[in-house]
């Protein structure tokens, strides 16, 4: 789009005999030279072409800035509700916790009901079984948070490096993998076709 002055100069020997000793010193004592220089501007009118490309150029910048900034809300958008998630399940992991001591203390105290003949078995294996249905849900509960602790270093972008996995080691691990079944692949007794293998 811009005007372009571009400037440039040669300077060459040459040689202008036929034989190849006498051309070389020539060539060595600049007896022929032969040298040149000049400029040339460049000054768009109406170039086209030149208003073309910088409009597509510009259209993709913004396209990138768009998808730039996509991006960058969608790992917010991530990480917020990660966080919103691992509170959740921590609160959740607590209220069962309470819960699950609740029906603990229920137990005991049907069982004691049962030892001084105020309750029946079957109020205790009731209780028992509200126990049961405490500790399954606490157990769901920590699974859950456990989740949510993963989703959040995803979401954050530290899952490698809080499980100290090394990306690069990995990646050789799998090259190294990959070439340990290919040679084994070429050393196998059974033809490619053989449904042995």
Known sequence: MKPTFNVFGVLESSARTGELAGALGQLGRWDFPEYAFGFALTIPLLNRSAQADDLRARLEQRQAETALQRTRNQIQLEVRNAIIGLIQTKAQVEAAHKAMDRSRQTL????????AGVST??????VQRDL??????EVQA???YGKARVEMDRA???LLE???IDLAETLDGQR??????ASVREISPFPSGDPAR
């Open 108 to 115: 005991d105290a049907e069982e004691k009901k049962l030892r």
């Open 121 to 126: 078995p079957y109020n205790v294996i009731r």
């Open 132 to 137: 049961f249905s405490a500790q399954l849900a």
């Open 142 to 144: 920590r699974v859950n």
């Open 156 to 158: 954050t972008g530290v």
């Open 162 to 164: 809080r499980n100290h």
């Open 176 to 181: 190294s993998n990959a070439a340990r079944t």
